[in-house]
């Protein structure tokens, strides 16, 4: 994905009707957004990324492996008969 994120998406987020505002909500607190910024900052703008967008991405990526940890060892009894 090589098109830009900031600001033309987001600025087109502010013309929403308000009943869709959530969309914008959700669109910008989806760790993808910022995980694909990182890669535009590196290699399409040689230069680094925000800090905020490291943080957030990190955190983002601790959680969900957190997540995904509990979730395995709550059920890994039961994938040898699900299989």
Same mark, same amino acid.
Request: glycine share 4%; aromatic share 20%; proline share 8%.
């Given at each position: 994905v090589v098109y %830009?994120? !900031?600001?033309?998406? #987001? =600025? #087109?987020?502010?013309?929403?009707?308000?009943?869709?505002?959530?969309?914008? @909500?959700?669109?910008?607190?989806?760790p993808m957004?910022? @995980?694909?910024?990182? *890669?535009? !900052?590196? *290699?399409? !703008? =040689?230069?680094?990324? %925000?800090i905020r967008s490291l943080v957030f991405t990190s955190l983002a990526a601790i959680t969900c492996a957190g997540f995904g940890y509990w979730v395995f060892r709550k059920a890994s009894p039961n994938f040898a008969r699900e299989i």
């Amino acid at each position: 994905v090589v098109y %830009p994120i !900031y600001p033309l998406h #987001l =600025s #087109l987020l502010k013309d929403l009707p308000a009943r869709w505002e959530w969309v914008g @909500m959700v669109y910008r607190w989806n760790p993808m957004v910022e @995980m694909l910024e990182l *890669f535009r !900052y590196t *290699f399409l !703008y =040689s230069e680094w990324p %925000p800090i905020r967008s490291l943080v957030f991405t990190s955190l983002a990526a601790i959680t969900c492996a957190g997540f995904g940890y509990w979730v395995f060892r709550k059920a890994s009894p039961n994938f040898a008969r699900e299989i």
